[in-house]
């Protein structure tokens, strides 16, 4: 009893909770690619006739507006790929534990 | 009371009575319009993303990584509300400019057609909005 408090209280800040449902993380990996190819495919509206500097000014404005939606899209991109790793790592990782447990053998059988 | 001095804009710079007529500020309140919607879409898929992310597929992830990833998409999406609130902002001032432009266009047509009652052939000077000229 003593033996296991002691193991606990070593090992407390080491020991983290790890909770992974990886369809989840395929999923939100999936819509996060959806949102940014809804954000690149807001059009501008076409610019009139007007010719006055104000036609001048929206567009100066409307081209920042479409670098801004283009790296926020991009971001998402980013977070998307982000999820995909994550997932595909911790899967890797699930696997290599499974197989170094199966290659264990118990001392007292051997 | 404001003055309007006609002397500070050359007459050869103000537009023509046609110019004047054909004046169109349908496009300021479309594209103010369709700010106000860009910045919307973008709080919400930001806002959407970061609130996802704790339970991504309606299970809770939990751990370093979980943690992380919150962090990050939080900070975009605080990032992403502040540049929306600027476009908002933007959008306030170009409806704003297209109400000011309309009201001015009316009461420049309206002293034009005063004066074409009086017979008066003095140039018409009208104010202009100072962030449109």
């Known amino acids: 009893m003593l033996h296991t408090a002691n193991w606990k209280a070593r090992h407390s800040q080491r020991v983290h909770v790890l909770n992974v449902d ?5 999923v939100l990996a999936d819509r996060c690619s959806a949102v ?13 006739p007007s010719s006055h500097a104000a036609a001048t000014a929206i567009q100066a404005l409307q081209n920042a507006v479409d670098i ?8 998402l991109r980013g977070t998307s790929d982000m999820l995909f790793e994550a997932g595909a790592a911790f899967a890797g990782n699930e696997a290599e534990s499974a197989r170094r447990v199966n290659a264990l053998t118990p001392a007292h059988c051997a | 009371m404001v003055h ?11 537009p023509t009575i046609t110019a004047i007529e054909n004046w169109d500020t349908a496009n300021l309140t479309t594209t103010a319009n369709h700010w106000i919607l860009t910045a919307i879409t ?19 992830w939990e751990g370093i990584a979980a943690s992380a990833a919150e962090r990050r998409t939080y900070a975009d999406r605080l990032k992403v509300i502040g540049v929306a609130d600027e476009l908002h902002s933007a959008a306030a001032v170009a409806r704003k400019g297209a109400n000011e432009l309309a009201s001015a266009r009316q009461r420049a047509l309206s002293a034009v057609a005063d004066a074409g009652q009086r017979g008066s052939q003095s140039p018409m000077i009208f104010p202009c909005p100072a962030v449109f000229l």
């Not at chain 1, 990886?22 to 395929?26: Q, V």
């Not at chain 2, 309007?4 to 103000?14: D, E, F, G, K, Q």
């Not at chain 2, 973008?42 to 809770?60: D, H, K, L, V």
């Open chain 1, 22 to 26: 990886l369809e989840g993380l395929a």
């Open chain 1, 36 to 48: 940014a190819g809804e954000l690149e495919a807001t059009a501008a509206p076409a610019c009139g």
């Open chain 1, 68 to 75: 801004a939606g283009c790296a926020m899209a991009a971001r």
């Open chain 2, 4 to 14: 309007t001095s006609p002397v500070t804009v050359p007459i050869a710079m103000l």
């Open chain 2, 42 to 60: 973008w709080e919400r898929a930001f806002t959407e993303i970061s609130e996802r992310m704790p339970n991504p597929g309606g299970a809770p």
